[in-house]
T-cell receptor
Framework: GENVEQHPSTLSVQEGDSAVIKCTYS??????FPWYKQELGKRPQLIID?????GEKKDQRIAVTLNKTAKHFSLHITETQPEDSAVYFC?????????????FGQGTTLQVKP | NAGVTQTPKFQVLKTGQSMTLQCAQD?????MYWYRQDPGMGLRLIYY???????DKGEVPNGYNVSRLNKREFSLRLESAAPSQTSVYFC?????????????FGSGTQLSVL
């Protein structure tokens, strides 16, 4: 089955710097790659997603890139702010009715220092 | 519009006891899921239900059973709790259409098995 590896497990940056989190997946049939943010004590929430027919997607300060050949995708956060501090999870799934059957990475704890 | 509601929020069990976690969504979503979250291991899929009347195993189904009672409700049962089942449990739902694959999570149940 699908396996998703996420790195790094923890990341500390200064406010205003950029942060990059990387994920690799094993199943070449996967074609949907969302990112979820979980603040301390809260539920995970979707922040951005990308499909396999797109190489990059951007939404204000966050962007996701996908390299299908290498089977990896990355989350980029620019101009980080203290409210970006949270745990970020990448995930992967196949389409055709299985899009909700997400396999998640292990998570990255991002700390943005003021 | 409450979204995804799960109960209870906290539970302490003794080894061998049974319990049922309840989950309901009011968004008319077809698909519902149960995940467990453990430190350093991300969110792991226990069971999912792609539509009313169907259920399937996820990554870690052993020791659990589920029931899709109707379109709104999806319950998770631990027949004989074990300390290894100490975790935070999240229910989630999604419309699971090609245009909308976002997972909506409940607020979580913190379960301790002594």
């Amino acid at each position: 089955g699908e396996n998703v590896e996420q790195h790094p497990s923890t990341l500390s940056v200064q406010e205003g710097d950029s942060a990059v989190i990387k994920c690799t997946y094993s199943d070449s049939a996967s074609n949907y790659f969302p990112w979820y943010k979980q603040e301390l004590g809260k539920r995970p929430q979707l922040i951005i997603d990308i499909r396999s027919n797109v190489g990059e997607k951007k939404d204000q300060r966050i962007a996701v890139t996908l390299n299908k050949t290498a089977k990896h995708f990355s989350l980029h956060i620019t101009e980080t702010q203290p409210e970006d501090s949270a745990v970020y999870f990448c995930a992967a799934s196949k389409g055709s009715g299985n899009t909700g059957k997400l396999i998640f990475g292990q998570g990255t704890t991002l700390q943005v220092k003021p | 519009n409450a979204g995804v509601t799960q109960t209870p929020k906290f539970q302490v069990l003794k080894t061998g006891q049974s319990m049922t976690l309840q989950c309901a969504q009011d968004m008319n979503h077809n698909s519902m899921y149960w995940y467990r979250q453990d430190p350093g291991m991300g969110l792991r899929l226990i069971y999912y239900s792609a539509s009313e009347g169907t259920t399937d195993k996820g990554e870690v189904p052993n020791g659990y059973n589920v029931s899709r009672l109707n379109k709104r409700e999806f319950s998770l049962r631990l027949e004989s709790a074990a300390p290894s089942q100490t975790s935070v449990y999240f229910c989630a739902s999604s419309a699971q259409t090609a245009a909308n694959e976002k997972l909506f999570f409940g607020s979580g149940t913190q379960l301790s098995v002594l």
